[in-house]
């Protein structure tokens, strides 16, 4: 009888738990919280994006995903005045395909690519060092889990809530992204 009741509660303790993650993602408050250092090194707020439509991108300049920074500003380009943005934040975890500087990579990106949109500056994005940024893209976002490569990209919304989560194949372009990017710059802050 008493192992039935220890079963019992265990049961109900394992669904509570469940169900609380859940919760505790759905609740979880927008990422865009704290301060970060923009690439030329000035301070920025992340709250200044709220109410916007982000697109966070962890970038590097020497991966086979590179070129899609010519997406990504085409991607800006074509929708910043409705409200978009374009985040991208260096990082060297992924064998080492961004070793340069803050200044190298700017350089790189506004000649290679005509990047105008925010770029930051280089920061962990994966482990236990990594960004509070990231560590609540991680954990927030469906599915849930480490950043796998260069070029991942998180859609949030202007409510701050993530909207989804896209691999590095997926592409600038890809229409699952600019159907999503859409739908969210169509819904009301």
């Not at 509570?16 to 859940?22: D, E, L, M």
């Amino acid at each position: 009888m008493m192992i039935a009741k220890l079963l019992g509660l265990f049961a109900l303790c394992s669904v509570c738990a469940v169900f609380g993650t859940q919760a505790a993602r759905a609740e979880a408050g927008s990422p865009l919280t704290g301060e970060v250092k923009k690439i030329d090194g000035s301070a920025v707020d992340l709250s200044k994006y709220n109410g916007k439509v982000v697109l966070v991108v962890n970038v590097a300049s020497r991966c086979g995903y590179t070129p899609q920074y010519a997406g990504l500003q085409k991607l800006y380009d074509s929708y910043k005045d409705k409200g978009l943005v374009v985040l991208g934040f260096p990082a060297n975890e992924f064998g080492g395909q961004e070793p340069g500087s803050d200044t190298d990579i700017a350089s790189f990106c506004s000649s290679k690519y005509g990047v105008t949109f925010d770029m930051f500056s280089k920061i962990v994005v994966k482990g236990p060092e990594k960004a509070p940024l990231y560590k609540a893209l991680t954990e927030n976002a469906t599915p849930a889990g480490e950043v796998s490569w260069n070029f991942e990209k998180f859609l949030i919304g202007r409510d701050g809530k993530i909207l989804g989560r896209y691999k590095s194949a997926v592409a600038p372009d890809d229409a699952k992204l600019t159907g999503a990017i859409e739908a969210a710059l169509g819904k009301a802050g």
